[in-house]
């Protein structure tokens, strides 16, 4: 599933593309994608012929700022991915929205599964929308570890799950989450009320060094290749996982066997050894 650093990425490769273009023509090709607009018909309606000025993100979210007071949210859901194409390039399977600039390029959205969606919302609607209740970014407004300590006061839910509430900290998924318990010795398990000063401060540490380092290798592309970058070079974050997907294989650090397990609902690697 893409999240922080493989949005980002898509998100860096769009925007010298898309801001400053106007948008010439909107093609939805299955209404699925834009279910969150209250009327379907409005997501092309209120994009057409209008500008692109600035392209945001937002933990998981892509937001581009468009003429009108439009903003043009973008989620990647668990298998959806930009592609930017030029017209007339043949298309990929699962092509399902295609927003034509003016000139000769295409941003297409392309997923397979259609958890992905985009939607065109005015203020008032984005006031209202799941994005304004998402927390601080993790890579660009993380906490600091007294206000992290904080949220987490209290918390009975596992650190893992709390880590994955894009209401506690946007941005953060499965991989990278496992990543950043490892790194700060963790168990995904502990209750986030449980972490004490030091350990807090652990978790803070490990999250914005992963994040970057996810980034600068374009993200994390598994075996599906479901996530590839917009010009279709694939993620190289994968070689560099110390537990997500390597469950039965010897960690890195001290040798014990990595264990894997479900965790409210998400399949979760780590390290009995160092993971305490």
């Not at 449980?194 to 374009?218: F, M, N, Y």
Request: glycine share 10%; charged share 30%.
């Amino acid at each position: 599933m893409p999240e922080l650093p493989e949005v980002e990425t898509t998100r860096r490769h769009l925007e010298p593309v898309l801001v400053g273009s106007k948008i010439a023509g909107v093609d939805v090709r299955r209404d699925r994608m834009v279910r969150r607009q209250e009327q379907p018909a409005d997501f092309a309606a209120r994009l057409t012929g209008r500008r692109v000025l600035a392209l945001d993100r937002v933990g998981k979210f892509m937001l581009a700022r468009v003429e009108g007071d439009i903003t043009w949210v973008t989620h990647l859901g668990m298998s959806g991915r930009i592609q930017i194409a030029n017209l007339g390039e043949v298309e990929e399977p699962h092509t399902n929205v295609v927003v034509t600039l003016v000139g000769d390029r295409e941003i297409r959205f392309v997923d397979p599964r259609t958890f992905g969606f985009m939607v065109a919302f005015t203020p008032t609607e984005l006031g209202e929308s799941s994005v304004s209740e998402l927390g601080r970014d993790a890579l660009d407004d993380l906490p600091r570890s007294p206000e992290l300590a904080s949220l987490l006061k209290d918390r009975s839910a596992p650190i893992k799950a709390l880590l994955l509430d894009q209401r506690f900290i946007a941005g953060l998924g499965n991989i990278y989450a496992d990543e950043v318990l490892h790194r700060a010795r963790i168990s995904p398990h502990r209750a986030g009320g449980s972490l004490d000063t030091e350990e807090v401060k652990a978790v803070r540490r490990s999250i914005r060094p992963i994040l970057q380092a996810g980034l600068a290798a374009g993200g994390t592309s598994l075996d599906d290749m479901a996530y590839l970058l917009p010009d279709g070079r694939s993620g190289d974050y994968m070689a560099r996982l110390r537990v997500y997907g390597r469950a039965g294989r010897a960690c890195d650090r001290c040798r014990t066997v990595i264990a894997s397990a479900v965790l409210r609902g998400r399949t979760t690697a780590w390290c009995p050894g160092c993971q305490t």
